[in-house]
């Protein structure tokens, strides 16, 4: 049953990057700076078989700068018809080297390509966002990678809500069940 469960997490995540609207398309990616932890959604753009999860982001937003005091993370999935949270935590890791990327960012569809080319930071202050700039020569793409250290999967059912968690060994995940 564990096993089960663990490959219908992976089934869920995998349409979340296939299928437009499906709930896990979407996540909360939460990380810690000095001052409080920080939550935000992103889109999830990839998993691997070992659950690497990929989002993209600009370079200077404040997730890189939490995450280059402190890798460790969390995110969070939820489906709100099958009633299933999914949690993961570990560490992320960044890359914004524009070489290593440029193939990557030249899949991204032009209108979508605006979000890493302002010419402010995200978060920036704006008096007016009509007047937002954008730059033609310059992009601040970054892709992000979270690297799973534990896996936690709750499904709200009846008679008995179910709740496991997995870890990782070597190159598989061991289950066990936790009280919801």
Request: hydrophobic residues 35%; proline residues 6%.
């Amino acid at each position: 049953m564990l096993s089960d469960i663990l490959q219908t997490s992976k089934n869920e995540m995998v349409n979340g990057v296939k299928i437009k609207g499906h709930p896990f398309r979407f996540f909360t990616f939460a990380t810690i700076n000095q001052q409080k932890p920080s939550i935000r959604t992103v889109v999830l753009r990839k998993i691997k078989d070992d659950f690497t999860l990929i989002f993209y982001t600009d370079a200077r937003s404040s997730k890189i700068k939490d995450l280059s005091e402190n890798q460790n993370c969390s995110a969070l999935f939820y489906h709100p018809e099958k009633m299933i949270q999914l949690k993961i935590e570990g560490q992320a890791f960044y890359t914004a080297d524009q070489n290593e990327l440029q193939d990557l960012y030249n899949e991204i569809p032009t209108a979508s390509r605006k979000d890493y080319i302002t010419s402010t930071a995200p978060g920036t202050k704006l008096t007016n966002p009509d007047n937002l700039q954008y730059l033609d020569e310059r992009n601040y793409f970054a892709l992000v990678t979270i690297k799973p250290k534990r896996i936690e999967y709750l499904a709200l059912k009846r008679p008995n809500h179910i709740r496991a968690e997995f870890l990782p060994n070597n190159h598989d995940w061991v289950g066990r069940f936790l009280v919801p």
